[in-house]
């Protein structure tokens, strides 16, 4: 149907910055609503940030003013920019899409998460 694989995470000092990228793939009729969370050890699954088709966006308030949300649409592509970053935003970050594919009803799809961690 549709797999979302995601890149970027890695190791960042506090202050620093880091951009992941999710790129959806395969039978895609319409991608509606995109978006990445984030799951610390211990803690639920959290919206960071989300952008819709026509780029509205939403951003959790511990993010707002440091992370920035774009997409490119012909690309089914959505980017997390990340500064300023704190050792608080040390988490697995997962890329949602809610798509329509061929065939298939609209659901939401997830990636396979990448970790990033702040620490000096």
């Known amino acids: 149907q549709v797999q979302l694989v995601e890149s970027g995470g890695g190791l960042v000092q506090p202050g620093g910055s880091l951009r992941l990228s999710c790129a959806a793939s395969g039978s895609i009729f319409v991608t509606y609503t995109m978006g990445w969370y984030r799951q610390a050890p211990g803690k639920q699954r959290e919206l960071v940030a989300a952008i819709t088709s026509g780029g509205t966006t939403n951003y959790a308030d511990s993010v707002k003013g440091r992370f920035s949300i774009s997409r490119d649409n012909a690309k089914n592509t959505v980017y997390l920019q990340m500064n300023s970053l704190k050792p608080e935003d040390t988490a697995v970050y997962y890329c949602?899409?809610?798509?329509?594919?061929?065939?298939?009803?609209?659901?939401?799809?997830w990636g396979q998460g990448t970790q990033v961690t702040v620490s000096s």
């Open positions: 949602n899409a809610d798509v329509r594919a061929l065939g298939f009803s609209r659901r939401d799809y």
